[in-house]
């Protein structure tokens, strides 16, 4: 999944130096990370609307679209993500199903079967890609959200400062598109400490 903004130079700040609004949207991110660890009660109520507010959250002092589903469909490198009116659909479908599948947690699942919900998770809020842009970034929120509800510690995922982190995470995400989390299941149940 490739970073991409269709505009750069759209945003709120003015800022036309892609290395600044990078910083920028990292500082959104952190902020954000801190609202799950230190602002949020848990457990959460899973929601559309969640979505809608991380990703506000993260990159609302950037971006007037920030929280407001994409309008077209993005290039992301080879993968053609699902037509954007599809988009809240999928994300409702995507919600019932996660909620399900805690459900058939139970109260005490072990670190293998929340490494599964994570994977599941991680992947299809990348697949459907929802936002002009933040994608990625916003699901890995978003996985983290959902591991401190279980009891474990920030899943990171890669590292671009970790040499080949970030192909194997980018080659667990290819399999997982061929509808095979067991890479991506791995790579997250290796991060899981419990808080």
Known sequence: MGHYTD??????LGITNKDALNEQEALGVTTVERYLLEELDY????????LQDLHRRAFGHIYDWAGQWRTQVPNVGAYLPPAAQRV??????????????????????????????LAYAHHRLVAIHPFTNGNGRTARLFTNLLAYSYGY????LYQREQGNARTRYLHAIRQAD?????SLQQ???GQ????
């Open 88 to 117: 809240p659909q999928l994300l409702y479908e995507f919600i019932d199903e996660l909620r399900h599948r805690q459900l058939l947690l139970g109260h005490e699942p072990t670190q293998d079967e929340v490494a599964g919900l």
């Open 192 to 195: 899981l400490r419990p808080l």
């Open 43 to 50: 457990p959460v109520e899973l929601s559309v609307f969640l």
């Open 187 to 189: 790579l997250i149940s």
């Open 178 to 182: 061929n509808y095979d989390l067991t």
């Open 153 to 156: 510690e920030e899943v990171v």
């Open 7 to 12: 505009a750069p130079e759209d945003n709120l």
